[in-house]
């Protein structure tokens, strides 16, 4: 198991960077709005291993339940043991505990992704997939925002049912030189 969250960062990096060179790739690159997220099947993209695809398909699974349910549907896919680390936040260690901080209403917070790729593990028990997600809510005055960012979710089967054992986030990046600009007044 690992020992820190950095270490659980540090090996998240490098099996994505590692992944993007090795995996196969769906067919199309997608950049609309997730309300029409690709779909990943063996017909769009037959190269894929049916491990990959079912990963892939839990990963919607996930996001769709989250998008119905919220922050109780987002805790409820994690092992007893899992671990979030999101941009700027310290990590949120076991079940409990994300799910103490997971309390939002999909009326209020609207959390929702794609997976651009996944990976089995060799005994077929543990994965990982990758992708896109967004967040959109509304600021103290009522005005829309929209975070956008990456995503990395490992998971584990516990008494045979896939379980989040981690899952990691950071924000998108910024356009292309903002950030060298001052900010305005």
Known sequence: MFRSSV?????????????RAQSP????????????????????????????????????????????????AFASWFADDAVTLNNGKPAVLGRTAIAASAVWD???????????????????????TWGHYDAQSKDQNGQPV????????????VNGVWKVALDASADAAPAAGDCCRLPTP
């Open 146 to 157: 929209t975070l956008s960012g990456r995503y990395i979710t490992f998971w584990k089967k």
């Open 7 to 19: 270490q659980c960062v540090a090996i998240a990096l490098c099996l994505s960077a590692i992944l």
């Open 106 to 128: 999909p009326q209020t917070y609207q959390l929702s992704w794609y997976a651009e790729g996944a990976q089995m593990g060799p005994s077929g028990d543990t994965g990982f």
């Open 25 to 72: 790739q769906p067919p199309t690159t997608y950049s609309g709005p997730l309300s029409t997220k690709p779909t990943i099947s063996p017909l769009s993209a037959p190269t894929l291993s049916p491990g990959v695809i079912e990963l892939i398909k839990l990963e919607s699974e996930f996001s769709d339940s989250v998008a119905k349910g919220g922050g109780k």
